[in-house]
């Protein structure tokens, strides 16, 4: 095998130091399709579901992207004849929707969520048609689809008549919508308003809209407008398995540039036997080992060995690192991964030089104590009200049954849940007991069952929120 500094070097040159803000047009080499997100991204599935840093924003930036949209279109070839255009997202596009501040003032205005976003795709169909409506301010627009149903109507099917000639389709993609408000009473009556939009664009035989939420974005929404679940019913989940973490780490490893990439793509081909696809300076791997789990388990030990310790009862290292990375519904960020390995790649160059393996096992934990702080930066940056609410936990010991943790908050919170506040987006169950918290933090993926009915944490939230566990990862120490 070759120098284990050498591919630490390599691995840490390979896998991105920070998270993504999403925002940005992904690489071609770094595009890696599992099977659930290709079922997410036909046209015919109009809402997709996913955790944070499972890929919403990546897939609503690639399908923007037409060379991206061209290579996801080989697999599903409606898309490879598909314009599209991006109705909300995190990156401002003025022009084509409103950002936040603007929703905020036309919704100050009286304007209501269904005639906002009939407005956003009023401006999409009059790119297609070269037809003029008011596009000065988004008041303007607005105004002129609630007074002109019936012109707004007749665009929306000669819009659909041009794809048709054309051959083409037309999809308006949505995604960030938590940015559509500072409440849950406002974001759901967006969301759920999008909703109506969207399934008024299936009237069509060429338009279409996709919309990107989180999980907690779909509640309750199946009910609130007529024919919601027709919509509903095509959703698809943005879901990682631990088969498709591993593809897409190697997809990035043999994906390095220079002199990094030519080791990272020696080892593959060495251990698996197989040659990798080149293609414009593309690196492919076979659909074999983007399946195969034993081959995948001998990659990840030609870089990590087969144990988690001296012994083998510590566990595997190809398991071990995505089961603790999972929150408490078996989700894992591909985000969190790549991270982690990134960060035990810098920890075993740094401390394990001698060492004969590329990733020490004790790196491994560090690399997900590491994650474990990226994971706690983005839930509470969704989520406020959930820093403070863990804070009071903090040493703490689980498994404990959920009076421990209620005398806790009781102590540090004596006016009850409605003392938790936050800037954006407070729990949704605020009521006088504490109950409604904790199953606002199990819907979440932060608290979990045991068996006895006991409350867990898994370690992608015990480690950052620094409570502890018998035999587990140690919990990150606060800063002072």
Known sequence: MNNPQRIRQAIIAALPVTTATGSETPERRFMYIPPAHLKALRLEN???????????????????????????????????????????????????????????????????????????????????????????????????????????????????????????????????????????????????????VALWLTEFQRLRAKVFLREDQLDKLGSTFPDAAKLIATKTVLSWERHDLHGLLWQRLCNADGEHGSLLRDIYTRVTGQPLRAEDDVWTLSDEVKRDEAIQRRLFAALAGDQMGKDSRRGVPYVWSVSHLADGKGRVSPRSFLAAMQAAAEDSLNRYPNDQLALHYESIKRGVQHAAQIRLHEITEDYPWIKRLMEPLRGLNVPCPFETIQERWREHFPGGPRDISGNYLPPKNTGPEWSGIWENLIDLGIFERTSDGRINMPDIYRIGFGLGRRGGVKPIKPVV
């Open 46 to 196: 109009q809402l997709v579901v996913g955790m944070r840093g499972a890929g919403k924003s990546f897939w609503t930036a690639a399908l923007a992207a037409e060379p991206l949209r061209a290579i996801i279109g080989q697999a599903e070839p409606k898309l490879a004849h598909t314009t599209v255009s991006i109705g909300f997202a995190a990156k401002a596009d003025i022009s084509s929707f409103p950002n936040s501040d603007t929703l905020a003032q036309l919704r100050q205005n009286a304007a209501e969520p269904y005639d906002i976003w009939r407005a956003v795709v009023a401006r999409w169909l009059a790119t297609i048609t070269g037809e003029h409506i008011p596009t000065t301010a988004w008041q303007a627009t607005v105004d002129w689809v609630r007074q002109n149903p019936e012109p707004l109507a007749r665009m929306a099917q000669a819009a659909d008549q041009r794809l048709a000639n054309q051959q083409r389709y037309g999809l308006l993609v949505f995604d960030a919508l938590d940015r559509t408000g500072t409440g849950w009473e406002t974001v759901n009556q967006m969301v759920s308003d999008l909703l109506r």
